[in-house]
């Protein structure tokens, strides 16, 4: 199965959740037999290989490296790359770039979107740009063939607002080598166990400066607050947390890392803690359970999907809980094999096998409706038939052609004709 994936900037190295979780799928997706061909957009793709080891092949696509057109021009010149090699599916991420499914529907693309979450609530978003999220939001639920939730929170929200069922497929993790250096934390003055770390991108929803002042209110005699993220943007937030960070003396940003020195950050931290006021199922914390990290976080919807211990949730935006939270967390005597306990409980919840066969069921199940309709627009299926062949398709994972023909629905000629239509 030929798959085109748009919607993000690119991937390994790349900072971003949509671009984390798509350097964990796409390789397994790969490996389960997919040729898959990921659009990526040209200024954060200098000096890269067109292929990577897994096969997965990489298309750079230009975009002005701006805030808020940079989404819109690369989706756009994408589909119309999607129009010309003719996937038999186009997998969309976020609710920016779907906005251009319609667009993809036109061109005769069957299209899969996967909503990460609900980014128009982002701070940073002016009221025109939260304008255009809503209505990709809308164009993608309503116009592809299958949708992608990452959390049953979205799924709720996508039923509520569009009459639209999803499958809800989660983000997820791997299970790290317990063998990580200290060279990294070494490097920032930061000791083992006695750090906490906030992986993110900076930007005003993640909260960076409610975590700086509970840190600094929480006084925890020899730790120190690692910040990790790109701060290379010339913003007026990301001067604010230097500001705020310059006057706390035991707060430390890394900057972005990513691979062995991101590894080590995590696996010789003493806490990890996300403040955020949105997210979709947020990887960063996934990412920190995985390392057995104790971890807290805001109370928001997303992070309590999460299922973390009652305790370990602070209310957003106060920053006194999140203080007293800090202290609690860090003075908790814990026992002895509990990064085993927590990884254990990840592994059993956030696999990424799993996600990307599940992943790999909606291409087809978007596929396979294409050929329900092609197959009743010609006559040869009624409506009902092909709900009822859809229900065994969905229920026995064989494919949609061989379920017709099995229930003496269309014949093994009439089958073939309309895969050759379905994939002209």
């Not at 969309?92 to 499914?101: D, K, R």
Request: hydrophobic content about 40%; overall charge neutral.
């Amino acid at each position: 199965m030929r798959i085109m994936v748009l919607g993000l900037r690119g991937f390994p190295g790349i900072q971003g959740g949509v671009e984390t979780h798509a350097e964990q799928l796409y390789p397994r997706l790969r490996a389960l037999g997919c040729d898959v061909e990921v659009i990526v957009r040209s200024p954060y793709w200098e000096n890269r290989p067109a292929e990577d080891a897994a096969g997965i092949r990489f298309t750079p696509v230009w975009s002005p490296k701006a805030t808020g057109a940079e989404a819109f021009v690369h989706s756009f010149l994408g589909v119309l790359h999607a129009a010309r090699r003719r996937p038999d599916v186009l997998h969309i991420h976020a609710i920016g770039p779907a906005i251009v499914a319609p667009l993809a529907k036109l061109f005769g693309l069957r299209v899969v979107v996967t909503h990460h979450g609900p980014d128009y609530d982002r701070e940073k978003w002016s009221p025109t740009a939260k304008a255009v999220l809503r209505t990709g939001e809308r164009f993608g639920m309503l116009f592809s063939d299958a949708r992608i939730v990452i959390s049953g929170v979205i799924r709720s929200l996508v039923k509520r607002k569009y009459n639209r069922d999803a499958f809800c497929i989660p983000n997820g993790v791997e299970i790290p080598a317990d063998d990580a250096d200290v060279d990294t934390p070494a490097s920032f003055g930061l000791n083992p166990g006695r750090y906490v770390v906030n992986v993110s991108r900076m930007v005003p929803e993640k909260r960076h400066l409610d975590l700086i002042d509970a840190f600094a209110k929480a006084d925890l005699p020899g730790w120190k607050l690692a910040l990790v993220g790109d701060l290379r943007a010339d913003d007026s937030y990301i001067r604010k947390v230097k500001d705020a960070a310059a006057r706390c003396p035991n707060v430390v940003l890394t900057g972005f890392q990513s691979g062995k020195a991101l590894s080590e950050l995590y696996a010789n931290a003493g806490l990890f803690v996300l403040p955020s006021t949105h997210e979709g199922l947020p990887i960063a914390l996934l990412e920190a359970l995985s390392y057995g990290l104790p971890s807290i976080a805001s109370d928001i919807p997303a992070n309590v999907e999460v299922n973390l211990p009652k305790h370990q949730y602070f209310e957003v935006g106060n920053v006194d809980d999140l203080s007293e939270c800090l202290i609690r967390a860090a003075t908790q005597s814990r026992p002895a094999d509990f990064r085993e306990q927590l990884q254990d409980w990840v592994r059993s919840k956030y696999d990424w096998d799993p996600i990307a066969r599940s992943t790999l069921s909606v291409y087809r199940a978007a596929c396979a409706r294409r050929l329900g309709e092609i197959l009743v627009t010609n006559g040869l299926l009624s409506p009902k038939d092909r709900d009822a062949v859809l229900a065994q398709h969905e229920r026995l994972g064989l494919p949609f052609g061989e379920c017709c023909v099995r229930l003496n629905l269309i014949s093994a000629e009439d089958l073939s004709q309309a895969l050759e239509m379905q994939f002209a």
